[in-house]
């Protein structure tokens, strides 16, 4: 009598290859994704970063978001743009869109006063 | 999903500081999939920004990787014990067994290494394998210093130098590193699975 094959005596094992195959793909097809639309495209304002984020990756003056944050004078807070969005009562896409806009701004002005 | 689960992760650090960065470092290096890495890349941007101060995030978030280690070499020591001594009591097995064993123990440390960076995701399943293969607790705790302090200076570092694109380098990295960890693993099964059939009367 000859003995199985090995994919035939280790059922449970060739079912994880399979798995850990397709999850394997699953990520390569999403990295393929984010490395053709999303790595080159611009970044935008998000409600997970902070204000001291946003002036130093975006190059926005400290000046500019200050006022937006309603947070007493002094350093910029260590807080995420929606827990100070929260905490003025607004929506976070509303406190986001007022810093995004001043990020536009200050990026038209560069351009405008550019070589 | 990718996406969601690493903003909804990045919200959480300016509201716990690096306490959530030492919880998520302990938990991914005890097996529940956290993406961790993509977590300190936004630390690495905090700091970068001047929210964050480097040395007590990369204290935190080492020790809690360490912690995490520990507890999945453990795990696999006491649990895969039983297991070990059960195939072990083979003759046939046993001094195949004992030679694997050897040669893990002789590249402990570079495999620990190499599964906390590039492979971060099968970190957690070498300390099991660590553990139950009982590779010796010095060897394995040199190995785990030294490549979680690498995989935490490596993603602080790219989360300061990609400050702007943190997001969506982190979730890029992300997706790589889960590829890179799932090839790695068909390649171990597929190869196991060869040697069974070639060794197998035709």
Same mark, same amino acid.
């Given at each position: ?115 | 999903?990718?996406? *969601?689960?690493? *903003? ?7 509201? *716990? ?109 070498? &300390? ?9 607790? &010095? ?64």
């Amino acid at each position: 009598m000859t003995e199985a094959p090995a994919w035939q005596r280790h059922p449970v094992l060739l079912g994880v290859l399979a798995v850990t195959l397709a999850l394997g793909l699953l990520f390569l097809a999403h990295f393929g994704w984010m490395v053709t639309t999303r790595l080159g495209a611009e970044p935008r304002v998000e409600d997970w970063m902070t204000p001291r984020h946003v002036v130093h990756a975006f190059g926005v003056p400290e000046a500019v978001i200050a006022p937006l944050l309603g947070t007493p004078p002094g350093p910029l807070p260590f807080a995420s743009l929606r827990d100070l969005a929260a905490a003025q009562g607004k929506t976070p896409e509303a406190l986001v869109a007022e810093v995004q806009a001043q990020v536009d701004m200050a990026d038209g002005l560069s351009v405008e006063g550019g070589p | 999903m990718i996406e *969601h689960l690493i *903003h909804e992760a990045y919200a959480l650090i300016p509201r *716990h500081g690096a306490a959530v960065l030492f919880t998520a470092a302990l938990l991914s290096c005890a097996g529940i999939p956290i993406p961790t890495s993509a977590m300190m890349m936004a630390a690495g941007a905090f700091i970068a920004a001047g929210d964050m101060h480097f040395l007590p995030v990369f204290a935190l978030t080492l020790l809690g990787a360490m912690i995490g280690d520990q507890i999945g070499y453990f795990m696999g020591r006491t649990g895969g014990q039983p297991l070990w001594d059960k195939f072990h009591a083979r003759p046939k097995l046993a001094p195949t067994m004992d030679r694997a064993r050897a040669e893990l123990d002789r590249r402990a440390v570079i495999a620990v290494i190499i599964s906390r960076f590039p492979l971060s995701a099968l970190g957690p399943w070498i &300390n099991i394998a660590a553990g139950a293969t009982q590779i010796a607790w &010095n060897r394995f705790s040199l190995g785990v210093l030294l490549g979680d302090a690498i995989w935490i200076m490596t993603y602080l570092g790219a989360g300061a130098f990609f400050a702007s694109h943190v997001k969506d380098v982190g979730a890029t990295m992300t997706s790589l590193m889960g590829a890179l960890a799932a090839f790695a693993a068909v390649w171990l099964i597929a190869r196991f699975l060869w040697g069974r059939y070639r060794r197998s009367p035709a």
